[in-house]
């Protein structure tokens, strides 16, 4: 038996941090207590930590990452960055489809189980890809064990666009499970482009935000929340970047099923596009970060219950992909070590609890994690307030990318340890 004691425990979002204990047999949390634990509970486990009156918090959930295998091994790997995910005390998360292959069959999808099976060190989950020709495979999917079914409304990484209307109504009208969208009009950023063309200064990257404008998420947003309201189709937009994108979602709580939710980034919540001056392209990425208007709402949005969820956008390419001007230099960035510790900075336990642990196991259906609990699987984290800030650097980077545009921040927070199962490993995420 696993026993934590004299920790401060921050079990959901509602429940006030007090001082208590934990204890757990295999991968399930078997009993929790306020005050002292007993002494013939102390006297029965193998293996005792005392916290220290450090955090203990639910393993943060994230349900969007890029890990880039199979075919992109050479920026990350699924082990490299489930490493780095415990390390930040990410216990569990949800890979994109826009791999190489591109996860848009059942058989890729299966190729990504069976590799994180033997080499993932957090739990894991992986999306399937809406494209203009596999709607027979999306009818296939088993959502007991896919979260669901990924669709690119402006173009990213990995080519998957899918701005074909009649195809877009068909997904959304015969999709059993959540459709998760990156909303961003594709046509608009084409105009942006051709309108600014040839760009003054191409290596200013201020202009990505210029072509990639709060206008063309906006009226994409806007596309898909039409179309999930004609169609009854459940609805995630994934990194919603602006005050009016926010705007559009209720300010509601999570109820089992909420049809429209959102989700917001790290990234989006801590930088503008005035930090392009001091990051550059470190900080280019699709959407684009918007204006410190735009960050301050998405604040509020958290707060005001329209925005749902935390979840990264991890998007690890080396140093050299993100050299070069405002076409060529590769867009999207490593988050995801450093996303539960930056998030700790900007808001307390409670709310990061909430937003990057209970309510993405609720939202997405995952079943018994996010909280903790008696006969929740032990995923844990350990965390301590520092005395002293620590400066993130490059150094401290266990992606294969090796940098993060983290780098340079102070943090008053860190990581001291994670149990993934209660120490027992990884295990895929299953969906009620």
């Not at 203990?56 to 994230?62: F, K, N, R, S």
Request: with cysteine; net charge negative; aromatic share 6%.
């Amino acid at each position: 038996m696993l026993l934590i004691h004299n920790a401060l425990i921050v079990p959901d979002g509602a429940t006030a941090p007090h001082r208590g204990w934990l204890a757990a047999e295999g991968a399930l949390i078997t009993a929790m207590g306020q005050g002292d634990v007993p002494a013939e509970m102390l006297d029965a486990a193998g293996e005792k930590i005392d916290a220290g009156g450090r955090m203990l918090m639910p393993g943060a959930i994230d349900c969007h990452v890029h890990f880039r295998e199979p075919g992109l091994e050479h920026k990350a790997t699924i082990l490299s960055e489930s490493r780095a995910a415990v390390a930040g005390g990410v216990t569990s998360y949800i890979e994109m489809p826009n791999t190489r292959p591109a996860t848009t069959t059942i058989a890729a999808w299966e190729d990504k189980m069976d590799r994180a099976s033997r080499n993932s060190a957090a739990n894991y989950a992986f999306m399937l890809g809406a494209t203009a020709d596999n709607l027979s495979e999306l009818q296939r999917a088993d959502f007991s064990l896919m979260p669901a079914v990924k669709v690119f409304m402006g173009s990213s990484t990995g080519n998957m666009l899918l701005d074909d209307d009649a195809v877009l109504r068909a997904v959304f009208a015969d999709q059993p499970g959540r459709v998760v969208v990156h909303a961003e009009d594709q046509g608009i950023i084409d105009a942006n482009t051709a309108r600014f063309s040839p760009l003054p200064d191409p290596q200013n990257m201020m202009w990505h935000t210029r072509l990639r404008s709060s206008e063309a998420c906006v009226r994409s947003t806007e596309r898909a929340l039409e179309l999930a309201s004609r169609y009854g189709t459940r609805l995630h937009v994934a990194h919603v970047t602006t005050a009016a994108e926010t705007a559009l979602f209720d300010p509601s709580e999570l109820p089992d099923g909420k049809q429209f939710t959102a989700e917001v980034s790290p990234h989006h919540l801590i930088h503008t596009c005035d930090d392009y001056a001091r990051l550059g392209s470190r900080i280019k990425m699709n959407p684009s970060v918007k204006t410190t208007a735009d960050r301050d709402a998405l604040r509020r949005g958290l707060a005001e219950r329209r925005l749902d969820i935390i979840a990264t956008d991890h998007a690890p390419h080396l140093l050299a992909e993100k050299a070069g001007d405002v076409f060529h230099a590769m867009s999207g960035a490593p988050m995801v070590q450093f996303s539960l510790v930056s998030m700790l900075d900007l808001f307390g336990p409670s709310t990061v609890v909430r937003r990057m642990c209970e309510v993405p196991a609720r939202l997405f259906g995952i079943d018994r994690r996010g909280t903790l609990a008696v006969g929740n699987f032990a995923d844990m984290v350990l965390v301590e307030n520092l005395p002293e800030p620590h400066v993130i650097t490059d150094a401290d980077v266990l992606s294969l990318c090796g940098w993060t545009p983290m780098d340079g921040t102070p943090t008053r927070h860190r990581v001291v340890r994670t149990w993934v199962n209660g120490g027992q490993g990884a295990a895929s995420l299953k969906f009620k």
